[in-house]
């Protein structure tokens, strides 16, 4: 009994409301969610053992490629498009005094906004009579005609683009918090050199931030995982499968096709994809990596 | 005097709390909808509630999609609402896969549901030789054309493809869209005009052969039929101009779209009825509807493809089950009540499929329903009658023809792949015994 009064155990007693809780919502219906993708259950009835015949036809699903597809392309957007100008931005707005925190809360401000709403917003602004399009079209320009997101070529990068415009005013305060922990002397040092701007944003402030940078890099590539609101509320995926990923794919499987088995298949893949990037990052951390 | 008062107040709450605990609680899960909920809880709710003394029922509204999900989610913990609202009989067939709904043989044959109700309504509940689903609102595809217009311009309603594509080239040419629609808010929207092009084109009894199994879906009539559609929505933009626009127009714009003349026509379900009563009908323009054109020799006669937009079912674990029963039987013995409720909606929501006659259909009603509802039932009566995709296409099927239809459309893959896969569907939904009840055809 007297290891439940040790000092060490004490921190466990904090930590078993939230474990527990996390063990009924996360643990035991992921498990559940494993054990189902070896299965042919509908949602209702019974549930009937068949193997790994759904991960076979995972394997031959067209569809699925082209979410996977979809995906890779969509992290490698938010990998790039958002980061850049998140960095850039904040490391300008370390050089502004005044009105700082006016150009901070502006970029911010989407994120505070519902997916919902910045969703309708875009849409809205897109629409081919109500929107832009249809504005230009009545003062004569040919211009936004067509919404983005209902063309097969564009709608991918239109949703990326409206989930990028919520998500990179995020990216800007947590560079800024990072770039305000660099110790000035670097930049005096750099300054009596004459370093010029790109210099010591390149040679100090990004060397000096790489923690925060390497975070942000893992969340993206973690979160664009399961992206699904953004894809679900403007497009569903359409047209023509031209925006589809594999959350929503996984959505519809279960809640339109009422597969629940091949859905399961479909979230076991990508549970183990992204263990798979946590551990990749575990291994760099290991090796000495500062993150 | 204050006393007084104070004593019948008293009295008063007293007596209606005791009423309502004598009562036992019905629990009805019904999609919500802002205009029609007050109907429902006043002419339905509260009209069974005054009609007797033993059950009390309480309509619970909510968006159908959570409704759906957590309805689903509490069944399958073995509870859930009493009255089981389904979107259609694909629903039925799982929850009745599972065990979790009432065999209403019994209550069919004691109170005579069955002579009360269209016969192709009633058997679209039958699974198994035994009723578990009673339609709650039946419909069917119309056009509806802006005849204002057409009159203005001395245009012939189409009742042919020859006629469509002659009338379409004078409206593109006037500047308009042939026909206002839109998938925005609705991806399954698709499936209204494949729908449409299978049953015009190949004709009911080609799908209705595809359905049974002793005609494949890679038939030549089917290809022809949806490549027509792939001409008209791609091609030639029938539908808000372009493929594009279609995508991106929802309820509100093509209501919008067919009221200020943007458009000449609209193909749509006759759930429509209201909003286009409200819509161009509160418009100096005056509407018409007419039976989808015959797009081929093969569909020569006019026909109304029939369908089931709402289930009600009996939950088998639900806690009062005779008080479902009872409000069941309430809806099919009051035709009068029914009918005022379908009257508030013209036509166009609980519209139970009840045998009707003429002097049943009421005469406050816009005049174009009434002329829709004489010639719904003497076509559909004579068995001209086509199959909706929602109806008697099981859950599989039933999602790719509406989702991967955009693939087709695309140019991603071709006519005969996308209805290869579908066949293949089929097989599937045939081999799991998945299929739906279809009505047999003369």
């Known amino acids: 009994m007297k290891i439940f009064s040790n000092k060490n155990f004490v921190a466990w007693y904090f930590v078993f409301p939230v474990a527990f809780i996390h ?81 901070r809360l502006a970029f911010f401000f989407p994120y505070m906004l519902a997916s919902v709403i910045n969703c309708q917003i875009w849409k809205y ?26 063309m097969k070529s564009t709608s991918l990068f239109a949703v990326a683009f409206v989930d990028g415009w919520h998500f990179w005013g995020f990216l800007v305060v947590i560079y800024l918090t990072g770039m305000y922990q660099v110790d000035n002397h670097l930049y005096e040092a750099a300054d009596i050199e004459g370093a010029t701007k790109f210099q010591k944003f390149r040679y100090i402030t990004l060397p000096m931030i790489r923690p925060v940078f390497v975070f942000s890099i893992m969340i993206i590539i973690i979160w664009s995982v399961p992206v699904f609101d953004y894809v679900y509320i403007l497009t569903g995926g359409g047209p023509a499968y031209s925006s589809e990923v594999i959350a929503n794919y996984m959505y519809s499987q279960a809640f339109e096709r009422f597969d629940v088995g091949y859905s399961s298949a479909i979230g076991t893949l990508m549970f183990f994809y992204v263990m798979i990037i946590v551990a990749l990052f575990g291994l760099f951390r290991k090796a000495g990596w500062d993150i | 005097m204050i006393r007084t008062l104070i004593s019948f107040v008293s009295v008063i709450i007293l007596s209606t709390s005791f009423s309502a605990l004598a009562k036992t609680k019905v629990t009805w899960s ?3 909808n802002a205009d029609r909920d007050p109907i429902m809880i006043e002419k339905l709710q509260n ?27 509490a069944m399958i913990g073995g509870m859930g609402p009493d009255i089981v609202e389904t979107p259609g009989p694909s629903y039925v067939k799982e929850y009745h896969a599972a065990g979790m709904l009432e065999n209403l043989d019994s209550y069919a044959a004691e109170f005579g549901w069955k002579d009360k109700m269209i016969p192709w309504a009633y058997s679209s509940g039958v699974f198994e030789g035994s009723l578990y689903a009673i339609p709650k609102t039946h419909e069917s595809m119309v056009m509806l054309y802006n005849k204002t217009l057409f009159e203005e311009n001395n245009w012939k ?93 929802g309820w509100d714009d093509f209501h919008a779209q067919f009221a200020n003349r943007g458009a000449a026509m609209m193909t749509i379900g006759t759930w429509t009825f209201q909003a286009t009563q409200l819509g161009i009908g509160a418009s100096d323009d005056e509407w018409g509807w007419a039976p989808l054109p015959s797009l081929s020799s093969q569909s020569p006669d006019p026909n109304f493809m029939i369908a089931i937009g709402t289930t009600m079912s009996v939950n088998a674990n639900g806690k009062n089950k005779d008080g479902a029963i009872d409000v069941l039987n309430w809806i099919m013995s009051n035709k009068d009540k029914v009918l005022d409720i379908a009257k508030d909606f013209e036509f166009g929501e609980m519209v139970v499929p009840l045998t009707l006659s003429s002097s049943d259909i009421p005469t406050d009603i816009a005049p174009q329903v009434q002329d829709y509802l004489s010639e719904y039932a003497r076509i559909t009566g004579e068995g001209n009658y086509g199959y909706c995709t929602w109806t008697f296409w099981p859950a599989d099927p039933g999602v790719h023809i509406w989702k991967d239809m955009e693939v087709v459309w695309a140019g991603d893959i071709s006519v005969e792949d996308f209805l290869y896969d579908h066949q293949k569907m089929w097989d599937k939904a045939r081999k799991n015994g998945d299929t739906l009840p279809v009505p047999l055809r003369n």
């Open chain 1, 23 to 103: 063990l009924f919502v996360i643990g035991i219906p992921s498990l559940a969610s494993l054990a189902l993708c070896l299965t042919d259950w509908r949602g209702l009835g019974e549930i009937n053992y068949i193997g790994f015949e759904n991960f076979i036809e995972l394997f031959d699903d067209r569809y699925l490629k082209k979410a996977i597809i979809n995906n890779v392309i969509w992290t490698i957007a938010f990998l790039t498009v958002p980061v850049g100008i998140a960095l850039t931005c904040a490391y300008l707005l370390t050089g502004i005094k005044r009105g700082q925190m006016f150009f």
């Open chain 1, 125 to 150: 602004l897109f629409h081919p009579i109500h929107g832009l399009g249809g504005f230009f079209e009545r003062i004569g320009w040919d211009l936004l005609a067509v919404s983005p997101f209902t």
């Open chain 2, 30 to 32: 019904m999609e919500s």
């Open chain 2, 47 to 73: 009209a069974y509630n005054n009609s007797q003394g033993n059950y009390e029922l309480v309509i619970e509204f909510e968006d159908n999609e959570t409704r759906l999900t957590s309805m689903r989610t």
């Open chain 2, 157 to 249: 309603v189409p009742t042919t493809l020859e006629e469509l594509e002659d009338v379409a080239g004078k409206i593109k040419a006037k500047g308009m869209n042939v026909f206002s629609y839109g998938s925005d808010g609705w991806q399954p929207t698709h499936e209204h005009l494949v729908g449409i092009y299978l049953n015009n084109y190949a004709g009911p009894q080609a799908v209705y052969e595809a359905i049974i199994g002793e005609r494949e879906w890679t038939d030549p009539v089917f290809v022809e039929a949806l490549e027509l559609l792939k001409k008209h929505m791609v091609d030639e933009g029938y539908w808000s101009g372009s493929l594009e626009n279609y995508y991106a127009i």
